[in-house]
């Protein structure tokens, strides 16, 4: 099945370093979403991962490890508008693939 | 206008009421889908509709009618609703039935049941 974990929240400074966690179990893998979603707007789409390794675009980076059932989202230089919760989404395997999501992790940034 | 477009953004309706949410999506997707989000939980899969076909039913109470008239509109109607099925739902697009190039959201609508 799958069990998503991911921190409830996360406090950083602005232009400092975060790294949010993603742990998850799945009988199969097909790939690895990581989204953002702010207060009262749609989940916008931040990064993809299905090889091992590291992703980076911009200050956004993210990892994935198949064998460990391991993502994290990096993001650096942190800016206040970076403040929002960040979901991170499994492919469901199997049924012509699904979006699975973790409960996010609420970031918030300040001074 | 592009993306996905969710109307009203948001809905108070009483247990007994009728309403309908709308989705239409602009970026010629073939496969939409019904979110729900509450407050501390995971968004959760309700239905899918691949090429107007309904693919997937999450065992989402009868209460919740979907219907997709094409590829491009999504209808969520909503009768005899309970308070806990207060939310924000969320109406999501991807260009074939699978999730291999990720989904594209609408901002939702807001719904409080009193």
């Known amino acids: 099945g799958q069990n998503i974990d991911q921190p409830t929240e996360m406090t950083a400074t602005e232009g400092a370093i975060v790294q949010i966690n993603c742990t998850y179990q799945t009988s199969g893998f097909n790939g690895l979403f990581w989204y953002q979603q702010h207060a009262g707007e749609a989940p916008t789409f931040l990064s993809y991962n299905v090889l091992d390794g590291l992703e980076e675009k911009g200050r956004f980076s993210s990892f994935l490890s198949r064998s460990k059932g391991y993502s994290y989202l990096l993001l650096k230089e942190l800016q206040m508008k970076d403040s929002a919760s960040y979901l991170c989404a499994p492919i469901r395997p199997g049924g012509g693939n699904k979006l699975t999501f973790g409960t996010g992790t609420q970031l918030k940034v300040e001074l | 206008e592009t993306g996905v477009t969710q109307t009203p953004r948001h809905l108070v309706m009483g247990m007994t009421n009728k309403k309908s949410l709308k989705c239409e999506q602009h970026l010629g997707h073939n496969a939409m889908y019904w979110y729900k989000q509450s407050a501390k939980k995971p968004l959760e899969l309700m239905f899918v509709?691949?090429?107007?076909?309904?693919?997937e039913n999450n065992s989402v109470p009868s209460r919740f009618s979907p219907e997709c008239p094409n590829s491009s509109h999504l209808f969520l109607h909503l009768h005899t609703l309970q308070p806990e099925d207060s939310a924000l739902y969320l109406c999501?697009?991807?260009?074939?039935?699978?999730?291999?190039?990720?989904?594209?959201f609408g901002s939702g609508t807001r719904l409080t049941v009193v």
């Open positions: 999501a697009s991807s260009q074939d039935g699978t999730a291999n190039y990720g989904y594209t």
């Open positions: 509709y691949n090429f107007k076909e309904q693919t």
